[in-house]
């Protein structure tokens, strides 16, 4: 339970970035918006882990294993997704989003020799179909085009990284892990943007900082990052990257029910079919994995 709930709200916090990513996104490059996304969740993020913590101790080794992985996973994912958006459609990251699940499954299958049972298939089925219904994704007018592929790399990535993060810092608390990933995937992304401001200079846009751009900013990194990424490790470490990514299908619909709280949208029950279609395909999922450990296939 207590795994589920980190997962839920780490699915919800992710979410509160996306209306107020829209909004900045008019005013600022996804690449830059990106890296003022990391840099002050991480920094709020490292004020934290040594308050709780009563400081850091963390070997050398960890900290490189964690940022590899963070640049790689996290930050190279990240890109990836912008990219794959960039040359295709909005409602491309959502078909791919909606496949980490496989992923995710395809990584315990191969790394670790993970046991499949008849209603764990029913559930990652649930919790496919139910993420692209979440999504509002009509399969029969989409078109697979190359950005998907790069979206998918991306979501892959994702996966992997969680992995890694809980496999190669399994010492380390959540918050820990969070941060040194998340250092890693600010290094890789200043590192490109550094080379875009130097030979791209005319693709960066700046918007302003004022108390409304600020807010929003608070929003997109401290609240959104801050609250998603640790939720997110923590919940993986206790669920399994797989059935954990499940509760990432959901993403849409809290941003459909953030935008209709602020009033800037309507209610699509269409959509919380998709939603009751993950719930289902948790269940299932974790009731295999709770009844036995062995291959009922």
């Known amino acids: 339970m207590k795994a589920n709930l980190l997962c839920f709200l780490a699915a919800f916090s992710w979410s509160l970035g996306f209306p107020?990513?829209?909004?900045?996104?008019?005013?600022?490059?996804?690449?830059?918006?990106?890296?003022?996304?990391?840099?002050?969740?991480?920094?709020?993020?490292?004020?934290?882990?040594?308050?709780?913590?009563?400081?850091?101790?963390?070997?050398?080794?960890?900290?490189?294993?964690?940022?590899?992985?963070?640049?790689?996973?996290?930050?190279?994912?990240?890109?990836?997704?912008?990219?794959?958006?960039?040359?295709?459609?909005?409602?491309?990251?959502?078909?791919?989003?909606?496949?980490?699940?496989?992923?995710?499954?395809?990584?315990?299958?191969?790394?670790?020799?993970?046991?499949?049972?008849l209603s764990f298939v029913i559930g990652l089925f649930c919790a496919v179909f139910g993420g692209l219904i979440a999504a509002g994704v009509g399969l029969g007018d989409y078109m697979v085009n190359v950005g998907f592929f790069y979206c998918l790399i991306a979501v892959c990535l994702y996966a992997w990284a969680t992995r890694e993060t809980n496999l190669r810092l399994s010492g380390i608390s959540s918050i820990g892990q969070t941060v040194i990933t998340l250092i890693g995937a600010a290094i890789f992304v200043g590192t490109i943007l550094s080379l875009a401001v130097i030979f791209f200079p005319e693709q960066r846009q700046y918007g302003s900082f004022d108390n409304e751009a600020l807010l929003l900013m608070f929003v997109f990194s401290i609240l959104s990052v801050s609250i998603s990424q640790p939720c997110w490790i923590a919940g993986a470490r206790g669920l399994g990257i797989t059935i954990a990514s499940f509760h990432l299908n959901a993403v849409p619909f809290y941003v459909m029910t953030v935008l209709v709280f602020l009033g800037n949208d309507l209610f699509d029950l269409f959509k919380l079919l998709g939603v009751l279609l993950i719930a289902l395909g948790v269940y299932m999922a974790q009731k295999s994995s709770n009844s036995d450990k062995k291959m009922t296939i």
């Open 20 to 117: 107020t990513g829209a909004s900045l996104m008019e005013s600022w490059d996804l690449l830059t918006l990106v890296f003022l996304r990391l840099v002050p969740g991480t920094l709020a993020l490292l004020v934290f882990w040594r308050l709780v913590e009563d400081g850091i101790s963390v070997g050398a080794v960890s900290w490189i294993r964690g940022i590899f992985v963070g640049g790689v996973g996290f930050g190279l994912g990240t890109t990836l997704l912008l990219y794959g958006q960039k040359q295709s459609n909005p409602v491309t990251p959502a078909v791919a989003a909606a496949m980490m699940p496989l992923a995710g499954v395809l990584l315990e299958l191969f790394f670790d020799n993970k046991r499949i049972s």
